[in-house]
């Protein structure tokens, strides 16, 4: 994560926040959040962490849980711990083997056309692939 001002913003664990966020730095949850998260940075949900809400940030990495709204505008990274339910839209997912991805999603393509691809699936089904990955066309 880029730190500006020297450091990124945190939730730590044991930390629960009922509200909206709104932050032009990265921010990493590692507590829980019932609420919005509006960034230009990144978003990290650490392995304890927890979102109830809607997110908007240019990348994530999930380890976590997320229950929501998530709009991506480049990079979504689902860890092997991550479990995502609700609505995603994201130009790039990148999914280990072991995630829950619980969701339905939509692709923006080089055009920026959104692209719709299936959810509710485990990682693997959904990949289509034993490395876990998909990419938009």
């Not at 991506?72 to 860890?79: F, I, N, R």
């Not at 609700?86 to 959104?114: I, R, W, Y």
């Amino acid at each position: 994560m880029s730190e500006i001002g020297g450091q990124p913003n945190r939730i730590e664990k044991n930390t629960r926040i009922k509200g909206d966020i709104v932050s032009e730095a990265d921010f990493r949850i590692d507590g829980k959040l019932d609420g919005n998260v509006k960034t230009s940075g990144k978003v990290v949900i650490g392995k304890g962490g927890y979102i109830h809400g809607k997110v908007e940030c240019v990348n994530a990495d999930i380890e976590g849980s997320f229950n929501g709204e998530l709009l991506v505008s480049d990079l979504l990274s689902l860890k092997s711990s991550a479990v995502i339910e609700g609505t995603v839209q994201v130009t790039k997912l990148a999914v280990e083997p072991g995630a829950t991805f619980n969701a339905s999603c939509s692709m923006k393509g080089k055009g920026g056309t959104s692209q719709p691809s299936a959810g509710g699936m485990k990682t693997e089904a959904a990949a289509g692939n034993p490395a876990g990955r998909v990419k938009a066309s």
